[in-house]
């Protein structure tokens, strides 16, 4: 196996276990036998768990981000664009399961380009900017936008933790629910609410 290779494995492996038990629920020990290589290569290659853990928080990060990103900025609607950015997650926990396992732990900041609670809050800083157009098309203070993007993304985000464990009901659905409640309030909450872009997902 070439370096780049072990290298690789390496990532996946410690992946799977740093969403099974954390970092620090996983040793080097564990990381080594997993990939059926002695301690030195783990070393050798991450300077420790840490090193490794780091790796794969920014690759996963990063992934993310992106999608999120792409969602954000490909124009549309208001709604469109809350629904993408919706579907944008939920893509992602059902292709990284592992990943947003790892991502929604408490990060011990080992990781170089932040956590997940800063990627939301990031996601947060592009919806409010967002609001604003939208706030003062309508009429409405457009101070509040960065209030209520909070609270778009926080809605987002916790149901995508709860998403992870249940799968169910389909990933459209869910996303079709949380735009409903969030497009329409509680007091205007559709029977049946379907996604205006049937495109996504």
């Keep these: 196996m ?21 970092l620090e629920g996983t040793s080097v020990e564990e990381i080594a036998a997993t990939a059926q290589v002695s301690k030195p290569v783990v070393y050798e290659h991450f ?13 996963e990060l990063s ?27 939920f893509d992602y926990i059902e292709g990284s399961p592992d990943g947003f396992r ?22 947060a800083a592009q919806v409010a900017y967002l609001l604003s157009d939208a706030f003062a098309h309508r009429g409405f203070d457009t101070e509040h936008a960065q209030m209520y993007a909070q ?14 464990e249940t799968r169910t009901p ?5 996303a079709a629910h ?14 049946t609410p379907g996604l205006v872009d049937q495109r996504a997902g």
């Excluded at 290779?5 to 038990?21: D, I, K, N, P």
């Excluded at 993304?153 to 992870?164: A, K, N, P, Y």
């Excluded at 389909?170 to 869910?174: D, R, Y």
């Design 2 to 22: 070439t370096g780049a290779a072990r290298r690789e494995q390496l990532v996946s492996v410690g992946r799977r276990l740093f969403a099974t038990r954390g």
């Design 102 to 123: 790892i991502l929604v732990r408490d990060v011990s900041g080992a990781a170089p380009t932040g956590t997940y609670s800063s990627l939301m809050s990031d996601a």
């Design 151 to 164: 609270m778009l993304v926080g809605m987002v985000s916790l149901t995508g933790q709860w998403w992870l």
């Design 170 to 174: 389909p990933k459209e659905v869910v």
């Design 47 to 59: 300077g420790g768990k840490e090193g490794l853990y780091a790796v794969v928080v920014d690759r």
């Design 63 to 89: 992934n993310l981000t992106a999608e999120i990103t792409a969602a954000l900025t490909a124009g549309g609607s208001d709604r469109e664009t809350i629904e993408r950015a919706a579907l944008a997650l």
């Design 178 to 191: 949380v735009v409903n409640l969030a497009w329409h309030g509680l007091t205007g909450l559709r029977h």
